[in-house]
């Protein structure tokens, strides 16, 4: 019996626990991961189609390629999950929002160009958001396509190839 009893507190106390480790996931992003997906959050919530507050759930792909000198281009394919709370409140608290489980996910994709840690807007940040059920192999193949064509390099002159005299 006392066996039993402490088997239920076990599980009880690791359910509690379970929760609030996923939703405090946005905290652990690096701080380049969460410009982007605040980029993601602002769109979403200007979005006059979108009902919902929604919050960071995780992250399903991260793709990086630094170019030096402060230089980075970042996909970042991630989950955001839609909370109880009304749409535009600031707080993103799992304990002021907790995440809903009666509406589909939303399946963003960001690609964009860095600056020392900054997001640069020369290069045009590209973010896709769409509910996960409606997500298609299409809309897919043009996120990567997307990825591929602001990385792409045309091969030009690198500061090694130059000549100094």
Known sequence: MAAELLLLLLVCAGGLLLPAEAQDSYDQLPTVDKAGVDLALEQLLTNSGVRHHFRFLKSVE????DEGFGVRFLYHHFHLRPTRCAKGTA??????CPFRNDRPLMDCAICYKTMDEQIETTAEPYVHCIQRPRLTEEMTTTRMNQWKKMTYRTGGATIMALSTG
């Open 62 to 65: 991260k793709k990086e390629r």
């Open 91 to 96: 707080a993103s608290d799992s304990r002021i």
